[in-house]
């Protein structure tokens, strides 16, 4: 069965600085898509990423970046020079694309605080 | 694109009272998911559905709680009798099947927050 572990339950920095939020999965299949979400203190949960399994490229979207890594089975999320409005809970999130099933499966989520 | 739809944005109701929360997903979607949070157990999955069919909806806690999708732009998630262990945001998100990059992309409504007194 298909899991997600974000052993971080709450960071907090002090703005400007660089934050990394972890990410483990498991799954037996071998294609599947990794995601993560943004929950800010509104309470809605908004898409920042998505990357299938046969693409390991790390990726770069202005101050995010995303580090993939097969052999670890990890899908880190760093904020660099991070914000005030960067404060929110960020999940990960697993949908096996093998077997058919299309739900996403959850991490626990870790609260990011980032004080001014 | 309005994006996913949800009704009401908030529930208060007394314990033992039936609720309704309703979904409207994305036009042209063809999945669609009930989630809900708690501090206790996260986001987990409720029930989804494929072309308007229940597919897994082995998450749904009990028989208290059932969804049904008549038709591919409604859903809903009813709950008789209430309790106070009900009170939870609850998500819908939707989906579509094309293959591509389009595909595996999920879209979540802004969530109904129901508190059972």
């Known amino acids: 069965a298909q899991k997600v572990t974000q052993a971080q339950t709450e960071i907090s920095v002090v703005e400007k600085e660089d934050v990394t939020l972890d990410c483990v999965y498991e799954t037996r299949d071998t294609t599947y898509y990794l995601f993560w979400y943004k929950q800010p203190p509104s309470g809605e949960l908004v898409f920042l990423i998505r990357r299938n399994s046969f693409d390991e490229q790390n990726e770069i979207s202005g101050r995010y970046s995303w580090n993939f890594q097969k052999s670890t089975s990890s899908f880190n999320f760093t904020i660099t020079a991070s914000q005030v409005v960067d404060s929110a809970v960020y999940f990960c999130a697993l949908s096996e694309a093998g077997t058919g099933r299309r739900a996403l499966t959850f991490g626990s989520g870790t609260r990011l605080q980032v004080q001014p | ?117």
């Not at chain 2, 049904?68 to 009170?87: C, G, V, Y």
């Open chain 2, 1 to 117: 694109d309005a994006g996913v739809i949800q009704s009401p944005r908030h529930e208060v109701t007394e314990m033992g009272q039936e609720v309704t929360l309703r979904c409207k997903p994305i036009s042209g979607h063809d999945y669609l998911f009930w989630y809900r949070q708690t501090m206790m157990r996260g986001l987990e999955l409720l029930i989804y559905f494929n072309n308007n069919v229940p597919i897994d909806d082995s998450g749904m806690p009990e028989d208290r709680f059932s969804a049904k999708m008549p038709n591919a732009s409604f859903s809903t998630l009813k709950i008789q009798p209430s309790e106070p262990r009900d009170s939870a945001v609850y998500f819908c998100a939707s989906s579509l099947k094309a293959g591509g990059q389009r595909s595996y992309g999920y879209t979540f409504g802004s969530g109904t927050r129901l508190t059972v007194v």
